[in-house]
């Protein structure tokens, strides 16, 4: 079992390059999903000042 763990990491030495690229990969994802809410959720908090004045 360790030995198949140590191999799924390694990848017969390819292993850094990915896992570097999916880490690269999830950052972005997250970034895609982060900065549109930010976005809209300052739109509706500037929007909820509008229509309470």
């Not at 017969?12 to 990969?25: A, E, H, N, P, S």
């Amino acid at each position: 079992m360790l030995e198949f763990i140590r191999d799924l990491f390694l990848m017969d030495g390819q292993g850094k390059y990915v896992w570097f690229v999916l880490l690269i990969f999830f950052i972005v994802i997250c970034f895609n999903y982060y900065l549109p809410y930010r976005a809209i959720r300052k739109i509706k908090e500037e929007n909820s000042q509008h229509t309470g004045e």
